[in-house]
């Protein structure tokens, strides 16, 4: 389920494209995993996981995948349907790990404690009949923060999306500081994310023109997840790095 800042239900269907971002605390140490809020697959949309071995050693990793709601997210693994896969990735080798399926829309995360070694990135990607494919790819990384800077620009029908994930066993609240031209504040606001809730919305009201700005995200110390995606009007998207 997604929400907009005043706590309405979103459908990102509407919007040019849909993404979602969710997270999940584990019993262990959040720090101790590396996370990647976005998966999402079925409904035209697909994910690959890249991962590399860069060490003389074989290694291992176990991936688990979480539903927007933090439950576990069932996804046709190995053959059966399950929330975790173990994957060996062989000395100064790099394998290819696709999440596809014919079925309908499904969203969330995954987190896995990366080896010594062992890096990799994440490509999603819509494929949609008569049109190219579009797709966007980031690192795979521990995608945790207490606070987060974004150079943004709205101008030509450009659509800024963010999703936040809370991977905390409680509340925390997320303050957006957007600075315009003059590179002072100029709008305030503030969104409760649940523990091990995630909140995706489109950053500005639809028709709204905000141009070139700056985004910033905080915690108040907190750890959060966050990952802001561009959407043009000739439906290609992307991934904006954090400054």
Not at 2 to 28: C, I
Request: aromatic share 10%.
């Amino acid at each position: 389920m997604l929400w907009d800042l005043a706590g309405n239900a979103l459908d990102l269907r509407s919007l040019p494209h849909s993404f979602q971002v969710v997270t999940q605390a584990p019993s262990e140490n959040v720090n101790e995993y590396s996370v990647f809020p976005q998966v999402v697959l079925g409904g035209g949309w697909e994910t690959v996981v890249y991962l590399l071995n860069t060490s003389q050693t074989p290694q291992t990793l176990k991936l688990e995948f979480f539903s927007d709601e933090g439950l576990p997210l069932s996804l046709p693994l190995s053959g059966t349907a399950s929330n975790t896969v173990d994957i060996a990735v062989a000395q100064r080798k790099a394998i290819a790990f696709p999440l596809r399926t014919g079925g309908p829309l499904q969203q969330g995360w995954f987190r896995g404690k990366l080896p010594v070694g062992v890096k990799g990135y994440v490509v999603f990607r819509q494929v949609v009949t008569g049109r190219e494919d579009k797709e966007s790819s980031s690192l795979l990384e521990k995608y945790l923060t207490t606070e987060a800077l974004y150079a943004c620009d709205e101008g030509d029908g450009i659509v800024t999306g963010a999703a936040i994930a809370n991977p905390n066993p409680h509340p925390i609240t997320i303050t957006m500081e957007i600075l315009r031209d003059t590179g002072m504040v100029s709008e305030i606001r503030s969104i409760t994310i649940p523990a091990l809730n995630k909140r995706a919305f489109q950053l500005n009201p639809a028709g709204s023109n905000y141009g070139l700005f700056n985004l910033k995200l905080s915690a108040n110390g907190q750890l959060f997840s966050p990952l802001l995606l561009r959407f043009t009007p000739g439906f290609a998207f992307s991934t904006l790095p954090s400054l």
